[in-house]
């Protein structure tokens, strides 16, 4: 998937995106920070990576949900001092030592890095990397109807609750400290021929969605009340992995 990087300049550009996305951008002074921008209810509207650049704050997000970013973004500016642009910044990533002028991807370990410097990629399957550790991906599990605490945003360090306010924080919030959560991205195994998209069923009733495969593992977003034993997708057997 492409990626563009937007830059954030003029002097209120740092208060102006702590208002609106779900972590604290404070975090920027110890390397990337992994974000989303939601609705004012709460859903998903995309995720991306905060990083300095110079007297700039980049965004770095998948391009084809740059233009609608841009558009919100400047919506939400108002009489702000903060001017936003796309960039020619091209991304790289990779795994193994971070290069120079590289970062580490704040979601997971094993994601290696990020470089908007020219490094070059080693090639590694980032995809079989997401299954195994059940890291969504924008425009497969990440969506339009998407809550980011069901799509992992706590545990992959993109989401702070002792920030303040952002956009869509008090939906988020009350998901955190009220509710227990009962759907939600999982990894499951797969035995047999299933492709993503495909409903996942338990004695006949509907449980969830197949999403990204890697092998005999995927990320299906699941009805945790249903999942429990076997469940099929198509005319595979699908297991959660708890």
């Keep these: 998937m492409t990626r563009t990087v937007l830059t954030v300049t003029g002097s209120d550009r740092k208060d102006f995106l702590q208002g609106l996305v779900t972590n604290d951008v404070n975090g920027l002074e110890d390397g990337l920070v992994y974000a989303a921008l939601l609705t004012p209810q709460g859903k998903y509207l995309a995720d991306f990576f905060l990083l300095r650049l110079g007297d700039a704050i980049g965004i770095d997000v998948a391009s084809e949900l740059a233009p609608g970013l841009l558009q919100r973004l400047n919506m939400y500016k108002l009489r702000a001092d903060v001017q936003i642009a796309a960039s020619d910044l091209a991304v790289t990533r990779g795994t193994g030592p971070v290069p120079e002028g590289g970062f580490a991807d704040p979601r997971h370990p094993a994601l ?9 990629g080693d090639g590694a399957d980032f995809d079989a990397i997401r299954v195994t550790h059940c890291i969504p991906e924008t425009g497969i599990e ?18 702070d609750f002792r920030k303040g306010c952002y956009v869509g924080q008090e939906v988020t919030a009350r998901m955190k400290h009220k509710t227990e959560l009962r759907k939600g991205l999982a990894t ?3 035995d047999g021929s299933a492709a993503p998209g495909t409903a996942i069923t338990r004695d ?28 099929q997708a198509g005319d595979a057997t699908v297991t959660w992995v708890k």
């Excluded at 290696?112 to 070059?120: F, P």
């Excluded at 990440?142 to 989401?159: K, N, Q, T």
């Design 188 to 190: 499951v195994t797969v």
């Design 204 to 231: 006949g009733r509907p449980v969830g969605m197949l999403h990204s495969r890697s092998g005999d593992r995927a990320i299906a977003y699941l009805r945790f009340d249903r999942a429990d034993g076997e469940m």
């Design 142 to 159: 990440l969506g339009p109807d998407s809550y980011i605490l069901e799509c992992g945003f706590e545990r992959l360090h993109g989401v």
């Design 112 to 120: 290696g890095w990020r470089s908007y410097a020219g490094a070059a």
